[in-house]
């Protein structure tokens, strides 16, 4: 388990190297601290999208790095910065929550919504959801410039690649190549914003397990009908490190293990990793982009290996996703 920042692989390259990015980092991981909790006001029912979550992303993009070692330090520190951010568009006060439910602060109508579902909460959660990643923007453009600086420098910020990064993971996959870059230079660092932005969207679907929909809170929550398939999906994935390396041929998998008697689960998990499938698949059409300079940037192409069932058991282990990686040039 992740349990600090510090325990970050991308932090701890950082540390390794001394970075004057460190003491940006530290004051930014408190403010998520004390911010990612507030989604709770709305989220409550949902898995968990809090800290904890953030650091496994981080972990993950990291890992999703074939040569994490290349990475400049502010596309390190960016990494922390949008897996800390992403999700914090989810935070509602109570003055955004009166003007949703008056239908005036989102596209879609309250009334409307709340119509469907017959549930105030849920209406609100389908509110914001939709548009949590383009929240999550607003939030960090209005955010103290001085996390944002170039250290050594006065007026050279990345505030707007992390905002952009954190709406592109619940944005279309176009959003990327119309919104960000891939050949900045800021200062003395070089940053691929869209390499960026592609690793937060698959590290997002990689934190899957018991870990963020603990059996405890389950039991107390007591999520219905679609939420409850939700929080069961997660149950069953029983391992938590998702990206192992072929030791025949050091090619990275994403490997999921575990097990389901239930169909209903075991379709809704399908699913997830048709959706995961069809994300890496995507991420060939810009590939080309990235320059040959940037050997870090290998892309991953995902293929489901075979599947098997047996009795009523539907084993989640005989869905190996396997990434292939590619060479970014």
């Given amino acids: 388990m ?8 991308a932090y701890s390259l950082l540390l390794s190297r001394k970075s004057p990015f460190l003491e940006k980092v530290g004051k930014v991981y408190d403010y998520a601290i004390k911010f990612l909790p507030k989604i709770n006001r709305v989220f409550a029912n949902y898995t968990g999208h809090d800290v904890l979550h953030s650091l496994n992303v981080i972990d993950y993009m990291f890992d999703l790095c074939d040569f994490p070692e290349q990475l400049s330090d502010l596309e390190l520190v960016v990494i922390i910065y949008a897996a800390l951010f992403h999700d914090i568009g989810m935070v509602v006060n109570e003055q955004e929550i009166e003007s949703i439910k008056q239908d005036n602060i989102t596209d879609r109508k309250f009334s409307l919504v709340f119509k469907k579902y017959k549930d105030e909460t849920v209406a609100l959660q389908e509110c914001i959801r939709p548009i949590h990643g383009i929240r999550s923007l607003k939030h960090i453009l209005e955010m103290d410039n001085e996390c944002f600086i170039i250290p050594g420098y006065t007026n050279i910020s990345y505030k707007d690649d992390v905002a952009k990064i954190c709406a592109a993971h619940n944005e279309n996959f176009e959003w990327i190549t ?3 870059s891939f050949d900045q230079v800021k200062g003395p660092y ?8 592609l690793l937060l969207r698959i590290a997002d679907y990689l934190d899957i397990d018991e870990e963020r929909a603990p059996l405890y809170l389950y039991h107390y929550l007591s999520p219905k009908d679609y939420g409850d398939l939700e929080w069961k999906q997660h149950f ?11 030791s025949k041929n050091g090619r990275k998998n994403i490997e999921f293990y575990g097990e389901s008697s239930n169909p209903s689960i075991h379709r809704k998990l399908l699913k997830y990793f048709d959706s995961l499938n069809t994300e890496l698949k995507r991420l060939s059409i810009i590939r080309k982009l990235f320059v040959k300079k940037s050997t870090c940037f290998r892309l991953a192409q995902l293929y489901i290996i075979k599947s098997e069932q047996k009795g009523s058991i539907f084993p989640i282990l005989n869905y190996l996703l396997i990434i292939r990686l590619l060479q970014a040039y």
């Fill in 2 to 9: 992740t349990e600090t920042i510090k325990n970050t692989k």
């Fill in 178 to 180: 119309n919104n960000l």
């Fill in 190 to 197: 070089a940053m691929n914003s869209q390499y960026i932005a």
């Fill in 236 to 246: 069953i994935i029983e391992n938590k490190e998702k990206i192992a390396v072929d």
